[in-house]
């Protein structure tokens, strides 16, 4: 009762201060207890106001810096005294000097300037020094908040919402005007319609109109710019020049070997929020580009490939051949240029992994890709003039070239005369004498071989053998299954689960292996083996060594899928080998999982949605031995054998036994690569099937 009393006394506010009271007198307390608890909520909720971390400000509170003066609270947030009215100040918003986007930005240009300042012009370097000391902050915060955004013109208006950073954004905005960070000219009509909501059209529109489509049709045929530009207000766009300096900037600090239309800055943001975590390493910046004319010609086979892939996707949705050829118009356009930068390299001792960085690298992937868009137009003899130009050079993706092989032989094949069978023979034996094929290519080449020696009637005392590096066959095992969705080709497959639910193929085998003892189990493609790998070779991945390292936000070494990898580390990696091989493996995947997964670290090859328990159950199933010869396969390769892994993994830990599998449904047959996995897998002394999924008809014995 004393507190319904005391309450009844208070001449309160407002409402809120009603509600906040009523929630501090559940028992009955004291005036200076009352106080006391109000004064402590409204500090509470003045923490709680604080921007999340994910906003551009820092990430401690302590690094806040409060540009107005706060005012000073209340001793009594409430009057005891009837009728006495309390005058509580109105508080200023808060602003905040920094910001982890503008931070970032600083640490980027201040790494670009010092180290690679040759790079831009006496002109690219006024403007940044026109942003470093003649811009104030609110300025500053403003010019990076329009980089990060998509390039379009922005309603000044729209970005004062929740602005913690810019106390005024018509003064910061006029500043990068009068600088010339900004466009100079006027918006358009149209661009400035685009800037309008529906509710503003409506508005602004003469006559009702269904959707915004026709509105925008109606005002354009009868339009008063006035009232468009009174409702847009003050508009604002970087500059062009200014767009693509930054465009550069970014791909000279983040070393981008691919363009998007994603900053690459968000990935630096979720780095400082914690919201990502990289591995910690050191880094150690090289010179990439010599000159600033291998810069502008890496940044403008850049530009293309991109413009290539809008195309390719454009190509893929509409199913469109005219699409297809302007995709082939973009490769035919860059072969003349690509002949002549392979012609005119100078540095031919330049490491691969640096390779990646020119813009000879560049074209040969995008020629390489331009190869199948041919393949798609059946233009098959160009398709094989430009398979012979890539394999004529031996410089840029290397890995590639047995495929390259292959693909000409097939292409050459077509043509079913004697001379043609010949030059394929010539081919495919020139492709297995090539010291840059990979064995798992090899095999590839081996069977045209054969077929083709068969073909041409070949003695048997003349022809080339290769029986002694025929492929282990395969277990082989057939289940049955009710399969609940169509066939159609490119779309997966849909099976009955034992409990009636609907599951995958894989899913539906790993059921039946569980039946036969293999109690554990996930459909990983080799997944698990990876993570194994990197954990167990976490501190030799990560190892300080020179022009691997270029930026904090890298997820593996720039060798990582180069043989440059294993070339560079033989000593440490021989090394950990013998310390698996002694049954310390154990002991090293702890170690570096109890560091790392709590961070959930961003690495190459690593899936934290494995447990713990898992990893290092499957680690005793497949024994010291075979874990050893799989780490040193993948130290090797890691890059052409990252692919064609079994997609079942299995094991039982109490009889120490485990089994990989590779499932295939109905109609579904082996590839090269993956056949050379099995024949490597066996080859270890692991258990390895293939399980055929088939369709049951009502004779056959459901699994």
Not at 264 to 269: E, S
Request: charge should be neutral.
């Amino acid at each position: 009762m004393a507190a319904k009393r005391l309450t009844k006394r208070i001449k309160l506010n407002n409402d809120s201060e009603q509600k906040k009271l009523d929630s501090y007198f559940i028992v009955p307390k004291s005036r200076d207890q009352v106080v006391k608890a109000l004064e402590i909520q409204d500090q509470d909720q003045q923490l709680d106001q604080l921007p999340p971390p994910n906003t551009p400000i820092p990430r401690t509170r302590e690094c806040f810096i409060k540009t107005t003066e706060t005012a000073t609270m209340p001793s009594s947030p409430i009057s005891f005294n009837v009728g006495e009215e309390d005058e509580k100040p109105e508080e200023e918003p808060l602003f905040y000097e920094n910001s982890i986007y503008t931070d970032e930005f600083n640490v980027m240009l201040s790494a670009v300037l010092d180290g690679e300042k040759f790079l831009f012009t006496q002109s690219e370097l006024d403007i940044f020094h026109t942003y470093q000391y003649k811009i104030n902050g609110d300025a500053k915060h403003l010019f990076v908040r329009l980089w990060m955004r998509k390039k379009r013109w922005i309603r000044l208006d729209k970005l004062n919402v929740n602005n913690k950073n810019i106390r005024d954004l018509e003064s910061a905005a006029q500043q990068l005007h009068e600088h010339g960070l900004t466009a100079k000219h006027e918006i358009s009509v149209d661009d400035a319609l685009t800037l309008l909501s529906v509710n503003e059209l409506k508005e602004i529109a003469p006559c009702r109109a269904n959707n915004r489509a026709e509105y925008l049709s109606i005002i354009k045929a009868q339009f008063n710019l006035e009232e468009i530009h009174r409702r847009i207000g003050t508009c604002i766009l970087l500059d062009d020049h200014v767009h693509t300096l930054l465009r550069r900037l970014h791909l000279v600090y983040y070393r981008l070997t691919v363009l998007e239309e994603k900053s690459p800055m968000t990935t630096a943001i979720l780095a400082r929020i914690s919201r990502r975590n990289y591995p910690e390493y050191v880094t150690c910046r090289t010179t990439i580009w010599e000159s600033r004319v291998e810069l502008l010609e890496y940044e403008q086979a850049l530009q293309t490939e991109l413009k290539f892939e809008e195309q390719s996707i454009k190509a893929k949705m509409d199913h469109d051949d005219d699409t297809l050829r302007a995709c082939w118009e973009l490769c035919a356009n860059c072969v003349g240029l690509w002949e002549d930068l392979l012609k005119t390299r100078k540095d031919k001792t330049r490491p691969y992994t640096l390779r990646q960085f020119e813009a000879c690298q560049v074209y040969t992937r995008l020629i390489d890709h331009g190869t199948r868009v041919l393949a798609k137009l059946h233009e098959y003899d160009l398709e094989a003039v430009m398979l012979r130009k890539l394999l004529n050079q031996k410089v840029y993706r290397v890995p590639k070239r047995g495929r390259w092989y292959d693909r000409l032989a097939l292409v050459q094949s077509k043509k079913k005369d004697r001379p043609t069978k010949k030059q394929v023979l010539a081919l495919c034996i020139e492709g297995i004498q090539d010291p840059t094929v990979h064995s798992i290519d090899l095999h590839k080449l081996h069977r045209w071989i054969h077929k083709l020696q068969r073909d041409l009637a070949i003695p048997k005392r003349e022809q080339l053998d290769f029986s002694y590096l025929k492929l282990r066959k395969p277990v082989k095992r057939i289940i049955y299954g009710e399969r609940v969705s169509e066939a159609v080709i490119g779309r997966k497959a849909t099976w009955r689960a034992d409990d009636g639910a609907e599951c995958s193929v894989e899913e539906l085998s790993l059921s039946y292996y569980k039946k036969q003892g293999y109690q554990q189990g996930h459909h990983t493609e080799g997944g698990m083996i990876s993570m194994l790998f990197m954990l167990l070779f976490w501190d030799i991945v990560f190892a300080p060594m020179d022009g691997v390292f270029e930026t904090p936000y890298q997820a593996a070494p720039l060798d990582m899928a180069s043989d440059a990898f294993y070339a560079g580390r033989v000593s440490m990696i021989n090394e950990r080998i013998g310390e698996i091989e002694q049954g310390k493996f154990l002991e090293l995947i702890t170690r570096v999982d109890e560091r790392e997964r709590s961070r959930e670290t961003v690495c190459i090859g690593v899936n934290w949605k494995y447990t713990t328990e898992d990893l290092l159950h499957l680690a005793e199933c497949i024994g010291a031995i075979a874990l050893s010869s799989l780490c040193r396969l993948l130290a090797e390769e890691f890059g052409q054998r990252r692919g064609g892994m079994p997609d079942l993994c299995c094991w039982d830990y109490e009889s120490k036994r485990s089994i990989f599998v590779e499932v295939k449904g109905p109609g579904d047959s082996l590839s090269e690569t993956q056949k050379a996995w099995i024949d490597t897998l066996a080859g270890f002394g692991l258990n390895v099937e293939v399980c055929h999924v088939q369709v049951w008809t009502g004779d056959d014995m459901l699994l």
